[in-house]
């Protein structure tokens, strides 16, 4: 199993610039999420999908649209990049065992927006 | 709303020495409560979870942390640190419903030889 993948590992933008973040998972999970994470404030979430079919926005959504393609794939888009979108993104998925539910990570998109 | 507090923001311990890294959370009820490492570069690891019975709860790499209700904390602890334990790491809080994880801002650890 390679887990939780992303694409790209690296990204420079120029501001209003735009492109997606490419997130997939083979562990079968349901519920998948994009967080951020900035220096001094831990990762926020940006959006999740509970299941194929459904998005929902988390804390910080607004720059931020998502696609969840199929089961395996959930994908972050930025329509018109701005500095402040400058960033390091965690895609994660997860998994429900007797309803307590456990995430799982993968190895970040460092965003650099100029 | 939930909240989790890391008031260590860095530390640096010798390899060999024992480790403690802390963790306070707030929640009205029995929360779900996790640690996560990060190395340099790296995504988050899942080092151990708790989500009820025992208190005193093993996780990979020889890390161990300890839920006491009464101090609203639970924190991570390691015998003996070895150097490549440097790295960030995450104390997270659930409340059990989906999407609802609270991460604390993280605490460096260095390990000096």
């Known amino acids: 199993n390679a887990g939780v993948t992303q694409t790209p590992k690296f990204q420079v933008l120029k501001t209003g610039q735009s492109m997606t973040l490419q997130c997939a998972q083979d562990?079968?999970?349901?519920?998948m999420y994009w967080y951020r994470q900035d220096p001094g404030m831990g990762l926020r979430l940006i959006y999740y999908?509970?299941?194929?079919?459904?998005?929902d926005k988390g804390e910080v959504p607004n720059g931020y649209n998502v696609s969840r393609l199929n089961k395996r794939e959930f994908s972050l888009r930025l329509e018109s990049a701005a500095p402040s979108q400058t960033s390091v993104y965690f895609c994660?998925?997860?998994?429900?065992?007797?309803?307590?539910?456990?995430?799982?990570f993968g190895p970040g998109t460092r965003l650099l927006v100029l | 709303a939930q909240s989790v507090t890391q008031p260590d923001i860095h530390i640096t311990v010798s390899e060999g020495a024992s480790l403690e890294l802390r963790c306070n959370y707030s929640?009205?009820?029995?929360?779900?409560l996790f640690w996560y490492v990060q190395s340099p570069g790296q995504g988050l690891q899942l080092l151990l979870k708790?989500?009820?019975?025992?208190?005193l709860v093993q996780g990979i790499k020889g890390f161990e942390a300890e839920f006491k209700r009464s101090q609203s904390s639970f924190n991570l602890r390691k015998p003996s640190v070895h150097w490549s334990d440097a790295a960030e790491y995450f104390c997270?809080?659930?409340?059990?419903?989906?999407?609802?994880?609270?991460f604390g801002t993280g605490t460096r650890l260095q390990v000096t030889l």
């Open positions: 999908s509970a299941s194929e079919g459904t998005t």
């Open positions: 929640y009205g009820a029995t929360p779900y």
């Open positions: 708790y989500f009820s019975g025992d208190t």
């Open positions: 562990m079968n999970h349901n519920s």
């Open positions: 997270v809080i659930s409340t059990g419903t989906a999407s609802k994880l609270t």
């Open positions: 994660a998925s997860s998994e429900f065992i007797s309803g307590q539910e456990t995430q799982y």
